[in-house]
């Protein structure tokens, strides 16, 4: 606070600095340097003929301090721009979002989109949030220059190669220029154009089709950054471009290819641009590779194939593991021509994808019920941990040399997540409750980098569990019925003289209900004088119950004297019948083959019983464990069983079998749920309110519709609430939300509702966080006399409160308030007198409701009081 007051001091007793006419543009950007410090770097565009010069600019941290940057570098540019650079640390209090303003007066005269621009003060900032949760956050920095030049009537493009060091995604909008404390430039107004002004959101591209007058304008580029779907900081950086009407035309660049590249492969194409004009071309390039701290990339110019209007040059990157990251590398080329009249210029972008070679094929460990992986450590040294996937079977995977990691189409799922370079081995027992017998398991390995990039993926490397004693071979329903039968058969045990166990033997045999079995056990024993006998059938079990059974089976040397368990029974095997699970849902049924057993069944037979006859039909064939009977009529009965097929490998030597399922019937309804709208929005601030839109992505999927259900949470972790239901209004695609008096901020979802009752899944969450306009005027007259005798907001978006205090010029308190309203009658704190008239100071902290729960930010200024009354005292 003694800080501020002495500001305060100096700015109202000494005076501003002599104002100049001068910033043309500029932009912030910041370096993480620990926790909570950070480094920042402003960089302006001045004009050279002005007599305003600063060595030092005051920053507003937005968190209550205010410190000085210093000049660290000029260079002096072609027509009349002065680039500076000031750098400046600064620790924040904590973790937060804090918004970085940086103004100076004045802006450059004559700019033709912002009105009496000589008198606007210039104002540049930067949002950045500080959360040691999310880690490392700096801002993007911008590579190319925030000054151009346009041509009248002909198309102009620029690109401020934005590269985040972070591998944060970035996106682009046009927003308003501002002036004092960072607010929008009233009455600003975007260049007027033949066609259209819009930037790229995705590559940056801003393309103005086409100027009309020429003159000088400014436009804002926010350039927004953002980590796993989360904003994380923004840049606001204001850019001046000169229109010149001219004959000139600018140099063309032949179209490049983008690139994807496995991490250690060299890059390198030519790039080549023509003038039609036959102008000379100053050929360069920027971009993220460029500068990197390992391996960056060239670009250089080959002037034996430099002609009369044509140019060419070679990019050369030799990447390495280092370069591995999640976003595309963005190189911007341009080409400019050396037009004596007017130098124009076109660029072209190359997004290059840098992936991490995968690691090595894993070697498979089974055991009876979990498989040991082990690979070679990976070499790259920034390699972080692996990821360990599963699937069922193998899938034949061939990556696409764009994609990494390994994608969800090709039934694989993350089942082990590895942190540290060196940990190279994992044992897959599901979690703790093993795996289950009767798969084949397939495993692919990726590696991971800093940013969660990654490789491309390892080979698959497949293995079937290890067999018990004995190994089960078929549980087959012979005979459907309330009192049916089951037959069980396993493999001949070998070996047994080795022990030594010979004999007799007896078997026990226990069935329980369900895939997985229970408490309900019951035990069954088979004694044997003859190993050979591998065949039993469970009779008087009722087949048509519903549920499927689970057999476990072991073996006893069971001779006198003798009694020992030849199976391991901490891994007796077990297998259960097959049972067809069925699902019915609109004029079809899912028929899903449930099965817990040791083999691998390869194909399936799907029965439907014919309603004439009573015998089951073969209606279908599978590979896989699932068929659906479509074409069904609604709401009747339909009955089925199966038939699989399947193999195992004991001892190599392949044994095949033949299991019949139980009978389980259903009827198909309508259960489906339609398909989910696609949800838009915006939000309208002065009104008020947010307007959702939303509509879908065929004809078909709108068929199904009979309504919609809305839902909101006001933060975007909040649990969503129902907000208001379409019951029989399915035309009805758009809603108004009113929040006069609350926060526009807030996240909402949509759903479709179809007419049995089938509800969609959620869309993807919107989210508004649009409106955060909280001004403050400079100038009130508390003369009593009707107009403007209270000081207060102009705002449009709700405010939980304020911390809002007034200074004198040497520094008093003179009043204060957290009502967001303000209501300031002019009157010093505990009187009644009002202040002289004069320049006041004001600190404001704002708090208001964001995405992520109340923020807060500060305002600084100037209040101008005029014309007291006979209270008036002179406390000055």
């Given at each position: 606070?003694?800080?501020?007051?002495s500001?305060?001091?100096?700015?109202?007793?000494?005076?501003?600095?002599?104002?100049?006419?001068h910033?043309?543009?500029?932009?912030?950007?910041?370096?993480?340097?620990?926790?909570?410090?950070?480094?920042?770097?402003?960089?302006?565009?001045?004009?050279?003929?002005?007599?305003?010069?600063?060595?030092?600019?005051?920053?507003?941290?937005?968190?209550?301090?205010?410190?000085?940057?210093?000049?660290?570098?000029?260079?002096?540019?072609p027509?009349?721009?002065?680039?500076?650079?000031?750098?400046?640390?600064?620790?924040?209090?904590?973790?937060?979002?804090?918004?970085?303003?940086?103004?100076?007066?004045?802006?450059?005269?004559?700019?033709?989109?912002?009105?009496?621009?000589?008198?606007?003060?210039?104002?540049?900032?930067?949002?950045?949030?500080?959360?040691?949760?999310?880690?490392?956050?700096?801002?993007?920095?911008?590579?190319?220059?925030?000054?151009?030049?346009?041509?009248?009537?002909?198309?102009?493009?620029?690109?401020?190669?934005?590269?985040?060091?972070?591998?944060?995604?970035?996106?682009?909008?046009?927003?308003?220029?501002?002036?004092?404390?960072?607010?929008?430039?009233?009455?600003?107004t975007?260049?007027?154009?033949?066609?259209?002004?819009?930037?790229?959101?995705?590559?940056?591209?801003?393309?103005?089709?086409?100027?009309?007058?020429?003159g000088?304008?400014?436009?804002?580029?926010?350039?927004?950054e953002?980590?796993?779907?989360?904003?994380?900081?923004?840049?606001?950086?204001?850019?001046?471009?000169?229109?010149?009407?001219?004959?000139?035309?600018?140099?063309?660049?032949?179209?490049?290819q983008?690139?994807?590249?496995?991490?250690?492969?060299?890059?390198?194409?030519?790039?080549?641009?023509?003038?039609?004009?036959?102008?000379?071309?100053?050929?360069?390039?920027?971009?993220?590779?460029?500068?990197?701290?390992?391996?960056?990339?060239?670009?250089?110019?080959?002037?034996?194939?430099?002609?009369?209007?044509?140019?060419e040059?070679?990019?050369?990157?030799?990447?390495?593991?280092?370069?591995?990251?999640?976003?595309?590398?963005?190189v911007?080329?341009?080409?400019?021509?050396?037009?004596?009249?007017?130098?124009l210029?076109?660029?072209?972008?190359?997004?290059?994808?840098?992936?991490?070679?995968?690691?090595?094929?894993?070697?498979?460990?089974?055991?009876?019920?979990?498989?040991?992986?082990?690979?070679?450590?990976?070499?790259?040294?920034?390699?972080?941990?692996?990821?360990?996937?599963?699937?069922?079977?193998?899938?034949?995977?061939?990556?696409?040399?764009?994609?990494?990691?390994?994608?969800?189409?090709?039934?694989?799922?993350?089942?082990?997540?590895?942190?540290?370079?060196?940990?190279?081995?994992?044992?897959?027992?599901?979690?703790?409750?093993?795996?289950?017998?009767?798969?084949?398991?397939?495993?692919?390995?990726?590696?991971?980098?800093?940013?969660?990039?990654?490789?491309?993926?390892?080979?698959e490397?497949?293995?079937?569990?290890?067999?018990?004693?004995?190994?089960?071979?078929?549980?087959?329903?012979?005979?459907?019925?309330?009192?049916?039968?089951?037959?069980?058969?396993?493999?001949?045990?070998?070996?047994?003289?080795?022990?030594?166990?010979?004999?007799?033997?007896?078997?026990?045999?226990?069935?329980?209900?369900?895939?997985?079995?229970?408490?309900?056990?019951?035990v069954?024993?088979?004694?044997?004088?003859?190993?050979?006998?591998?065949?039993?059938?469970?009779?008087?079990?009722?087949?048509?119950?519903?549920?499927?059974?689970?057999?476990?089976?072991?073996?006893?040397?069971?001779?006198?004297?003798n009694?020992?368990?030849?199976?391991?029974?901490?891994?007796?095997?077990?297998?259960?019948?097959?049972?067809?699970?069925?699902?019915?849902?609109?004029?079809?049924?899912?028929?899903?083959?449930?099965?817990?057993?040791?083999?691998?069944?390869?194909?399936?037979?799907?029965?439907?019983?014919?309603?004439?006859?009573?015998?089951?039909?073969?209606?279908?064939?599978?590979?896989?464990?699932?068929?659906t009977?479509?074409?069904?009529?609604?709401?009747?009965?339909?009955?089925?069983?199966?038939?699989?097929?399947?193999?195992?490998?004991?001892d190599?030597?392949?044994?095949?079998?033949?299991?019949?399922?139980?009978?389980?019937?259903?009827?198909?309804?309508?259960?489906?749920?339609?398909?989910?709208?696609?949800?838009?929005?915006?939000?309208?601030?002065?009104a008020?309110?947010?307007?959702?839109?939303?509509?879908?992505?065929?004809?078909t999927?709108?068929?199904?519709?009979?309504?919609?259900?809305?839902?909101?949470?006001?933060?975007?972790s909040?649990?969503?609430?129902?907000?208001?239901e379409?019951?029989?209004?399915?035309?009805?695609?758009?809603?108004?939300?009113?929040?006069?008096?609350?926060?526009?901020?807030?996240?909402?979802?949509?759903?479709?509702?179809?007419?049995?009752g089938?509800?969609?899944?959620?869309?993807?969450?919107?989210?508004?966080?649009?409106?955060?306009?909280?001004?403050?005027p400079?100038?009130?007259?508390?003369?009593?006399?009707?107009?403007?005798?209270?000081?207060?907001?102009?705002r449009?978006?709700?405010?939980?409160?304020?911390?809002?205090?007034?200074?004198?010029?040497?520094?008093?308190?003179?009043?204060?308030?957290?009502?967001?309203?303000?209501?300031?009658?002019?009157?010093?704190?505990?009187?009644?007198?009002?202040?002289?008239?004069?320049?006041?100071?004001?600190?404001?902290?704002?708090f208001?409701?964001?995405?992520?729960?109340?923020?807060?930010?500060?305002?600084?200024?100037?209040?101008?009081?005029?014309?007291?009354?006979?209270?008036?005292?002179?406390?000055?």
């Amino acid at each position: 606070m003694k800080k501020i007051i002495s500001l305060i001091i100096i700015l109202l007793v000494c005076g501003a600095p002599v104002f100049g006419t001068h910033n043309r543009a500029g932009e912030i950007t910041l370096r993480q340097l620990d926790e909570y410090t950070y480094e920042i770097l402003i960089t302006t565009f001045t004009y050279t003929l002005s007599q305003a010069d600063r060595s030092s600019l005051e920053v507003q941290w937005g968190d209550n301090t205010i410190s000085s940057a210093l000049r660290t570098s000029i260079t002096r540019l072609p027509n009349f721009y002065q680039k500076n650079v000031y750098i400046a640390q600064h620790t924040f209090p904590g973790a937060g979002t804090y918004e970085i303003v940086v103004q100076d007066p004045n802006r450059n005269k004559g700019v033709k989109n912002i009105p009496n621009s000589v008198n606007v003060v210039f104002s540049i900032k930067t949002t950045i949030t500080i959360n040691p949760t999310i880690g490392i956050n700096s801002t993007p920095v911008l590579l190319n220059p925030p000054i151009d030049r346009a041509a009248l009537n002909q198309i102009f493009i620029h690109n401020p190669a934005a590269y985040d060091p972070d591998g944060d995604s970035i996106s682009y909008k046009l927003t308003v220029c501002t002036e004092e404390d960072g607010e929008p430039i009233e009455n600003y107004t975007f260049p007027a154009s033949s066609d259209t002004l819009y930037i790229d959101p995705v590559t940056g591209d801003l393309n103005w089709i086409t100027p009309v007058e020429k003159g000088v304008y400014n436009i804002a580029i926010n350039v927004e950054e953002w980590r796993e779907g989360v904003k994380i900081g923004n840049i606001v950086r204001d850019m001046q471009i000169e229109v010149y009407e001219t004959d000139n035309h600018p140099p063309e660049l032949d179209s490049i290819q983008d690139f994807c590249v496995e991490a250690g492969t060299g890059i390198s194409f030519r790039v080549v641009a023509n003038d039609v004009d036959n102008d000379s071309i100053d050929l360069t390039a920027t971009g993220g590779p460029f500068i990197l701290e390992n391996s960056p990339a060239l670009f250089t110019t080959d002037n034996s194939a430099a002609d009369i209007g044509r140019s060419e040059g070679d990019f050369i990157w030799l990447t390495d593991c280092s370069h591995v990251r999640q976003q595309y590398y963005n190189v911007i080329f341009k080409a400019e021509d050396s037009n004596p009249e007017t130098r124009l210029v076109d660029i072209f972008n190359v997004n290059i994808k840098i992936i991490g070679s995968a690691p090595q094929t894993p070697s498979i460990i089974p055991s009876s019920n979990s498989i040991t992986l082990a690979w070679e450590e990976d070499p790259c040294p920034f390699v972080t941990g692996y990821h360990v996937y599963r699937r069922s079977g193998p899938s034949g995977y061939t990556p696409d040399s764009c994609v990494s990691g390994v994608p969800a189409h090709t039934g694989y799922t993350i089942v082990g997540e590895l942190k540290g370079r060196d940990r190279t081995v994992f044992i897959d027992d599901n979690k703790g409750k093993g795996l289950e017998q009767g798969s084949e398991y397939c495993y692919m390995i990726t590696s991971v980098y800093p940013d969660g990039a990654e490789s491309f993926p390892s080979s698959e490397a497949c293995s079937p569990l290890i067999a018990g004693v004995p190994a089960m071979l078929q549980t087959s329903v012979t005979s459907d019925s309330e009192s049916g039968e089951i037959e069980l058969r396993w493999i001949q045990p070998r070996g047994l003289d080795t022990i030594p166990a010979n004999g007799p033997y007896e078997y026990i045999i226990s069935r329980s209900t369900g895939i997985f079995g229970g408490e309900d056990r019951k035990v069954y024993t088979m004694a044997t004088a003859d190993i050979s006998d591998t065949v039993y059938t469970d009779t008087d079990v009722n087949t048509l119950s519903g549920q499927p059974y689970n057999y476990q089976l072991a073996l006893y040397n069971n001779a006198p004297g003798n009694r020992f368990p030849i199976s391991d029974l901490e891994n007796i095997e077990e297998a259960s019948s097959l049972f067809p699970e069925l699902t019915g849902s609109d004029n079809q049924i899912l028929i899903e083959m449930k099965k817990n057993v040791p083999w691998i069944n390869y194909d399936y037979t799907i029965y439907r019983q014919n309603d004439a006859t009573g015998l089951f039909d073969s209606i279908g064939y599978s590979t896989r464990p699932f068929y659906t009977d479509r074409g069904l009529e609604n709401n009747k009965a339909y009955c089925y069983r199966v038939k699989s097929r399947g193999w195992r490998s004991i001892d190599d030597q392949l044994f095949e079998n033949v299991n019949h399922s139980h009978i389980n019937c259903t009827q198909p309804v309508d259960s489906v749920a339609p398909c989910t709208p696609v949800l838009s929005g915006r939000s309208y601030c002065d009104a008020f309110y947010n307007l959702l839109t939303w509509r879908f992505t065929s004809d078909t999927c709108f068929e199904d519709v009979m309504g919609y259900n809305l839902y909101f949470s006001e933060t975007q972790s909040g649990t969503p609430a129902l907000l208001s239901e379409y019951k029989s209004e399915r035309n009805d695609t758009s809603y108004i939300h009113d929040r006069t008096g609350l926060s526009l901020t807030g996240c909402y979802y949509i759903s479709a509702v179809d007419s049995f009752g089938n509800e969609s899944p959620l869309s993807v969450q919107l989210c508004l966080d649009e409106c955060s306009s909280y001004v403050l005027p400079n100038v009130f007259s508390p003369d009593g006399r009707g107009k403007n005798n209270l000081f207060i907001p102009n705002r449009t978006a709700y405010v939980e409160k304020v911390d809002f205090q007034v200074f004198n010029r040497w520094g008093l308190l003179v009043f204060r308030t957290e009502d967001p309203d303000l209501n300031w009658d002019g009157k010093i704190l505990g009187s009644d007198k009002v202040v002289s008239p004069g320049v006041y100071y004001y600190i404001c902290e704002v708090f208001e409701p964001r995405l992520h729960g109340i923020e807060s930010y500060t305002l600084t200024g100037f209040i101008h009081v005029f014309s007291g009354n006979e209270n008036e005292v002179n406390i000055e």
